[in-house]
T-cell receptor, first 115, second 111 residues
Framework: DGGITQSPKYLFRKEGQNVTLSCEQNLNHDAMYWYRQDPGQGLRLIYYSQIVNDFQKGDIAEGYSVSREKKESFPLTVTSAQKNPTAFYLC??????????????FGQGTRLTVV | GESVGLHLPTLSVQEGDNSIINCAYSNSASDYFIWYKQESGKGPQFIID?????DKRQGQRVTVLLNKTVKHLSLQIAATQPGDSAVYFC??????????FGSGTRLQVQP
C-alpha cells in the first residue's frame, strides 16, 4: 500500500543530544514537509522540500536540519540547539501545487520527548 | 505574517445533529483551502478542499462554504456521528507553497 511511514512512533532524547526522525514515502511525490504540533495547537512548518536535493526553511526552522538525497526520504534532525523539542512531529508529502488544491498526505507522527 | 485561525476551540454536538466548524483567514491571495480531520495520536486526514474561485463544494456528508468577502470558511457535517469526534483543521494553500494550518477545533459528539 502506498503511504508515508514515520519512525519511530515514540522517541526519547536526553538534553544535549541530536536525534533524527525518519520519514519515507512511496507515493512518488516530489514535495515533502515537516510540521511540528504542540498540545492543543495547530501545525507549524519546520522545513519543506519541493524536489530532491533542495529544501527551504519554514516558520520554525531554528534548531532543526533536513536532507533530501532521495525522492522518497526526508529525514529531520532535531539538534541540541532546539531549546524546546518535546512535541509531535508530522511528515507530509504532496505533488507540488499546480493551481488546483494539492492534498498533503500525512504520516502517523513521531512523539519526541526530552528527558 | 498571514494566518489562518478558528473561531471556536471546542464544539459539542448531539449525535445526529449537524455540525458547523468555522475558520477565518487573512490571506486574500490564497488559492485554495483544505479541511483536515485529526484523531488523537494520529496524523491529519484530508476531508475536502475548495478552490478560491468556488463558493461551495460538497462531499459525502460534508460541505465546505467559502465566503471571500469576509474571508470565512466553514465545514458542515451532516448527521454527526461519534466517529466524527476529532480535531478539525482548516489549511490555506497558495501556489507551490506549503500549507498553512489554523489552530484547530475539537468536535465532541455526545451520544
Amino acid at each position: 500500500d502506498g503511504g508515508i511511514t514515520q519512525s519511530p512512533k515514540y522517541l526519547f532524547r536526553k538534553e544535549g543530544q541530536n536525534v533524527t526522525l525518519s520519514c519515507e514515502q512511496n507515493l512518488n511525490h516530489d514535495a515533502m514537509y515537516w510540521y511540528r504540533q504542540d498540545p492543543g495547537q495547530g501545525l507549524r512548518l519546520i522545513y519543506y522540500s519541493q524536489i530532491v536535493n533542495d529544501f527551504q526553511k519554514g516558520d520554525i526552522a531554528e534548531g532543526y536540519s533536513v536532507s533530501r538525497e532521495k525522492k522518497e526520504s526526508f529525514p529531520l534532525t532535531v539538534t541540541s540547539a532546539q531549546k524546546n523539542p518535546t512535541a509531535f512531529y508530522l511528515c507530509a508529502s504532496s505533488i507540488p501545487g499546480q493551481g488546483w488544491p494539492t492534498e498533503a498526505f500525512f504520516g502517523q507522527g513521531t512523539r519526541l520527548t526530552v528527558v | 505574517g498571514e494566518s489562518v485561525g478558528l473561531h471556536l476551540p471546542t464544539l459539542s454536538v448531539q449525535e445526529g445533529d449537524n455540525s458547523i466548524i468555522n475558520c477565518a483567514y487573512s490571506n486574500s491571495a490564497s488559492d485554495y483551502f483544505i479541511w483536515y480531520k485529526q484523531e488523537s495520536g494520529k496524523g491529519p486526514q484530508f476531508i475536502i478542499d475548495i478552490r478560491s474561485n468556488m463558493d461551495k463544494r460538497q462531499g459525502q456528508r460534508v460541505t465546505v462554504l467559502l465566503n471571500k468577502t469576509v474571508k470565512h470558511l466553514s465545514l458542515q457535517i451532516a448527521a454527526t456521528q461519534p466517529g466524527d469526534s476529532a480535531v478539525y483543521f482548516c489549511a490555506e494553500g497558495t501556489g507551490r507553497r506549503a500549507l498553512t494550518f489554523g489552530s484547530g477545533t475539537r468536535l465532541q459528539v455526545q451520544p
